[in-house]
């Protein structure tokens, strides 16, 4: 179309599709100031919040008024709000809370790299790298603090998904299970609970699986199934098990290094065995998906990718195993079953 017989609007719906940047600001600062938990109990007035928070009252009113503009809390009566059904999964009590990885997208390491958007498309390097002098997860695994927002982060997600993960798939089928670079364990605990019969084993690095141990919903009716393997899975995959599971680990990583974990987990996983991947999908072409939007993170933080069923494909023949199955989950996910060629 010609521009000069385009109508304003279009140009004005164009600029209005920044304001996401405004949204996603807006909402990781009401969640770091934990402004849900405060409204557990009920509608309160801004001046109560802000003397709470120790913030100015003002532009505490005039950022929850945005959000109350985008569906995100509820101005009751003048200057007074309450939690409303997006806002309550703000809050950290919440099974499934998004808090976390709000905290975590809030954060400068993934702003910044986010911000650099322009060097990884003229690169296309990670813009993190550029910014901090050292690749992704080194950075984290340096900087403890960053390290546990993010495997809190990770661990709201599955909560979310491990439900559904655990419903969609036969897993007691395989009697033994191995989460590599499972993270704190949530995802495993959700299977190993559903599966009664089910042995388990939790494989990250020392440090993260440290932190995993602590984590309550390791009950004592699981403590006896589950075993923690210390695991870099650039280097080796344990053996022992037959079904191994990887939750977006993959798409962390370019080909070569993919292939790489691919080839480990081949190693290890026995010829009546399963390899599982968690992932996202790419939606149909000019749609819009949370596996495009994911594929941008990916591209300017760690240098991975998102990859179609097609793609998936090749990797993994490249590495020893044959796609045998897709299965598609909430949010854009999917499980990828593949078995040993």
Not at 276 to 285: D, I, P, Q, R, S
Request: proline share 4%; aromatic share 8%; hydrophobic share 45%.
């Amino acid at each position: 179309m010609p521009i000069q017989t385009a109508s304003p609007i279009t140009a004005l719906n164009v600029l209005r599709m920044t304001e996401g940047l405004i949204v996603h600001q807006a909402l990781c600062a009401a969640a770091k100031l934990g402004i849900a938990d405060l409204l557990r109990d009920g509608a309160r007035c801004i001046a109560q919040l802000a003397a709470e928070l120790q913030v100015n009252e003002d532009a505490l009113y005039r950022t929850l008024r945005y959000l109350a503009g985008q569906a995100v809390f509820e101005e009751t009566t003048h200057r007074v709000f309450a939690n409303n059904e997006l806002s309550e999964w703000l809050r950290s009590d919440v099974p499934g809370s998004v808090r976390a990885m709000l905290i975590y997208r809030g954060t400068q390491y993934y702003c910044s790299s986010l911000g650099g958007l322009l060097y990884s498309i003229r690169t296309g390097a990670p813009a993190q790298q550029k910014a901090s002098g050292m690749e992704g997860f080194e950075y984290l695994r340096l900087h403890p603090e960053l390290g546990r927002i993010f495997d809190e982060a990770m661990t709201g997600n599955s909560m979310l998904l491990a439900p559904i993960i655990a419903d969609a798939y036969n897993f007691g089928r395989w009697e033994s299970l191995m989460d590599v670079g499972g993270g704190n364990g949530i995802l495993l605990a959700t299977i190993m609970k559903a599966y009664p019969a089910l042995q388990g084993v939790l494989a990250d690095q020392a440090q993260v699986l440290e932190r995993a141990r602590q984590r309550e919903f390791w009950s004592q009716d699981l403590a006896g199934r589950v075993r923690f393997d210390a695991t870099d899975f650039f280097q080796a995959v344990p053996a022992g098990c037959r079904a191994y599971l990887m939750k977006y680990i993959i798409h962390d990583w370019n080909d070569e290094q993919a292939r790489r974990i691919l080839l480990n987990c081949r190693s290890a996983i026995p010829d009546d065995g399963v390899l599982l991947l968690v992932e996202y999908g790419l939606g149909g072409k000019n749609a819009p998906s949370v596996g495009k939007a994911i594929d941008m993170v990916m591209l300017t933080i760690t240098g991975g990718r998102e990859r179609t069923v097609g793609e998936h494909r090749e990797l993994l023949a490249s590495a020893g195993f044959r796609l045998n199955q897709t299965i598609p989950l909430a949010g854009d996910n999917m499980i990828l079953e593949a078995q040993p060629v």
